[in-house]
């Protein structure tokens, strides 16, 4: 759990606060009345002297004050959208934290209620993702971050602090997850992980070995795994129950794709595409990150996470083009291409994970470069099988700041993937439309008319970050998910 203090009070800042502080971040309107601010008139004629500051962004200056406070100013405009509140967030942030304080005071000055919250929540998610620290191997490693406590002033300064924390928990979880490289993160590693977290956590745990998947039939997951040298694989089931819950309480599935290294197969990728393939395991640490955030708020709701743990290795018996495999409910897949992997593991435990009938399913995979072609990494591909949730799907993204876009899930594509040898292809052998066919395929394996959302995490991994996350591993998907199922209370949409 993360220990930062988070304080809010609805007392305006005063000069004698600033000057105690280390860092200080100062919101206003874009036109502010320098007057009203502590150290207005220092900052008003420093404001002068920039060079150009445009709304919604950050500058910064040392305070002439005996602890040279650094002071950070981050002019709002009224009409912000939350991505691009939670970019200007960061930014501060990251001028505020240079020095490593281990206090961050905010104020929010003339901005009116709405703003001020929206702002508070914002600047303490881009502070707390900041103090994440990833895996690196160096000699050197960057200092820990000393941030122990946050301080919010102004009238209507207010935090969730529980929620913001979770989320930041969850988030971070998959971040670090998705940094790990592939030697220390192979399937059984990522096992041996999950099982300690969940023994800390009281969270249920039972893993389908290889032998048990056998055992069940799951033979497009068997397919994909039996190139690996060594056995390791398997899908792995983690349970939150919330507490004192009835039997008929309502049940949430999270499935995960967590192919921990893509060669490719016998269709093996090239150089330039199979670097940072350690790190197709992300959507299985979204799925886990999720849990722990929404166990972290003891939801009134139970919470399933089905992590497919597996690599896509080459060798004398990884699977190939041709081979014609099973399902675990019996249906036949014709293999077309070893690089569309994802979307086999994800068929076997989208079986598993709704044989007990969910009240809904959330899949996320970094499952098709289409949907990057598509999207770019700004965004991520959304589909459902229930038409009606796709305007909250939209709005969802728009209100968390991890936007996503609907695609066309109609029936027709999947004459694209009609086989004559088999009851379904994997793919179509030229590519088009992939992340559409992707989604068309794994819909078959939905059982029992679950609902069900799958995110194709286009934006899982960007260069320089995205919103309030600076590193290029975003944890795109645990705050989506929060919102949508906290806030835009999907699971009362559904019935």
């Keep these: 759990m993360m220990t930062i203090d988070l304080q809010a009070s609805d007392n305006p800042a005063t000069d004698t606060q600033v000057d105690a502080a280390a860092a200080w971040i100062v919101v206003s309107p874009d036109k502010p009345r320098w007057r009203d601010l502590p150290h207005g008139k220092t900052l008003g004629a420093r404001y002068a002297r920039q060079p150009a500051v445009s709304v919604n962004e950050a500058w910064a200056?040392?305070?002439?004050?005996?602890?040279?406070?650094?002071?950070?100013?981050?002019?709002?405009?009224?009409?912000?959208?939350?991505?691009?509140?939670?970019?200007?967030?960061?930014?501060?942030?990251?001028?505020?934290?240079?020095?490593?304080?281990?206090?961050?005071?905010?104020?929010v000055e003339g901005c009116g209620r709405e703003i001020t919250a929206a702002a508070c929540e914002a600047l303490a998610s881009a502070a707390l993702a900041r103090t994440v620290a990833l895996p690196v191997a160096k000699r050197m490693p960057p200092p820990a971050s000393k941030l122990a406590r946050l301080r919010f002033m102004g009238r209507g300064a207010a935090i969730d602090a529980r929620r913001v924390r979770a989320e930041a928990e969850g988030n971070g979880l998959a971040r670090q997850l998705a940094a790990l490289p592939p030697n220390e993160l192979t399937p059984g590693r990522y096992?041996?992980?999950?099982?300690?977290?969940?023994?800390?956590?009281?969270?249920?745990?039972?893993?389908?070995?290889?032998p048990a998947l056998k055992r069940r039939g799951a033979g497009a997951f068997l397919a994909v795994v039996q190139g690996s040298t060594v056995k390791d694989a398997g899908i792995l089931h983690v349970g939150y129950r919330p507490p004192?819950?009835?039997?008929?309480?309502?049940?949430?599935?999270?499935?995960?794709?967590?192919?921990?290294?893509?060669?490719?197969?016998?269709?093996?990728?090239?150089?330039?595409?199979?670097?940072?393939?350690?790190?197709?395991?992300?959507?299985?640490?979204?799925?886990?990150?999720?849990?722990?955030?929404l166990q972290s708020l003891q939801v009134p709701f139970a919470v399933d996470a089905w992590l497919a743990l597996a690599a896509n290795h080459i060798g004398p018996d990884a699977y190939q083009p041709n081979d014609i495999v099973r399902a675990a409910d019996g249906t036949s897949i014709e293999v077309v291409h070893t690089d569309a992997e994802g979307r086999m593991v994800l068929a076997d435990t989208l079986l598993l994970a709704t044989a007990g009938t969910p009240a809904l399913t959330i899949d996320y995979a970094t499952l098709t470069g289409s949907c990057i072609y598509a999207l770019g990494k700004g965004y991520s591909g959304v589909f459902t099988n229930r038409p009606a949730l796709v305007p909250l799907l939209i709005e969802a993204g728009q209100a968390s700041g991890e936007r996503v876009w609907p695609f066309p899930f109609d029936a027709d594509y999947d004459k694209a993937l009609d086989s004559q040898v088999a009851d379904i292809r994997q793919c179509a052998m030229d590519g088009e439309a992939d992340h559409i066919l992707a989604a068309r395929f794994l819909s078959r394996f939905v059982q029992n008319a679950t609902p069900w959302i799958h995110l194709d995490l286009a934006a899982a991994n960007r260069k320089g970050g995205l919103a309030h996350i600076a590193t290029d591993e975003t944890g795109f998907g645990v705050r989506y998910t929060l919102q949508l199922l906290l806030d835009s209370k999907v699971l009362e949409r559904l019935g």
């Design 191 to 210: 096992r041996e992980r999950v099982a300690n977290l969940a023994d800390e956590r009281g969270l249920r745990y039972d893993f389908h070995d290889i």
């Design 244 to 293: 004192g819950a009835q039997r008929n309480v309502p049940r949430v599935a999270l499935v995960g794709k967590g192919i921990c290294y893509d060669t490719g197969g016998v269709n093996l990728k090239t150089a330039r595409h199979m670097f940072g393939m350690h790190q197709d395991m992300t959507g299985s640490a979204v799925a886990l990150g999720t849990l722990l955030a």
């Design 61 to 107: 200056t040392d305070l002439p004050n005996r602890r040279s406070t650094r002071a950070v100013h981050l002019p709002l405009a009224a009409a912000l959208t939350p991505f691009e509140l939670l970019g200007a967030a960061r930014r501060a942030v990251e001028l505020a934290l240079e020095h490593n304080p281990r206090e961050l005071l905010v104020s």
